[in-house]
């Protein structure tokens, strides 16, 4: 990007906004102007985010939730218009990986998997759309990104169950599209390649945190800072501009 993007007067919320991507979107959301709603379950590093933004002359509302827990998103909704005012921007980045042959039979991180990374994903929409439309219907710009991956694109041994919640994430994306921009409201998806985050953290399978550690090793991974920067791009663009979604690779990536 070649100038800084002014989003002073939109209210952003950044779900999953306590490390990797999340983090780096709401704190450069921040400095572009925007007031930023941190939602994430580990409320100390939420706190430590927002004191920064403070400190720079932000705004930053910090809530503490589970969004599988779909009261504790219908309350965090309603905290952010009550302190904030009606969203504008709504990135849904929360999300679990947890790659392993179907063979193994783990039915606990299938399930851990479809409730973050789709049952979620859906509530949290849920829980937002009304501001959405809402703040599209005063002409202003009105954006909702949720974050897949290139998994649900290509075929990666092992990941059936992480990639098919990431097809999800497109396939509901584009879907809720035609529902939803006629009303104003934009709505996209990213879909980052190998990116350096706590993601690959939560791993088990050896066979995949060995490709990771190689793949590591051969090529340069984005950094959550550069996906960061494509969301901000995206929420600036002029309000009848749609950018329906972003793939994201690493340039050695070719996978």
């Known amino acids: 990007m070649t100038s800084t993007p002014t989003l002073t007067g939109r209210v952003a919320v950044i779900v999953g906004a306590s490390s990797g991507i999340g983090e780096a979107t709401a704190r450069r959301l921040a400095a572009a102007g925007a007031s930023v709603a941190l939602i994430a379950r580990r409320a100390d590093r939420l706190e430590a985010i927002a004191a920064d933004i403070r400190r720079a002359g932000g705004t930053a509302l910090v809530i503490a939730a589970d969004v599988t827990d779909s009261s504790a998103v219908r309350e965090a909704a309603a905290a ?14 929360a999300g679990i990986m947890l790659p392993a042959p179907i063979g193994e039979h783990r039915d606990d991180q299938w399930k851990t998997q479809i409730d973050l990374n789709v049952s979620a994903l859906v509530t949290t929409v849920g829980a937002f759309v009304d501001q959405l439309v809402e703040t599209a219907a005063t ?21 059936a169950v992480y990639s098919g ?39 088990t399978d050896k066979n995949v945190t060995d490709w990771l550690a190689e ?20 929420v600036s663009l002029p309000s009848h501009v749609n950018l329906q979604h972003i793939t994201i690779m690493p340039t050695r990536q070719v996978v």
């Open 215 to 234: 793949a590591q090793e051969t090529m340069t991974a984005l950094t959550a800072a550069d996906i960061a920067e494509v969301v901000t791009f995206a």
């Open 80 to 93: 952010v218009k009550n302190k904030l005012g009606s969203a504008g921007i709504l990135f849904n980045n």
């Open 165 to 203: 919640t990431k097809a999800f994430v497109k396939h509901f994306t584009t879907t809720l599209r035609a529902e939803l921009g006629p009303k104003g409201v934009r709505v996209g998806s990213i879909a980052p390649g190998l990116v350096q985050t706590e993601l690959a953290n939560h791993v």
């Open 139 to 159: 002409g202003a710009p009105a954006d909702l990104i949720s974050t897949g991956s290139v998994a649900g694109e290509a075929l990666f041994t092992n990941f």
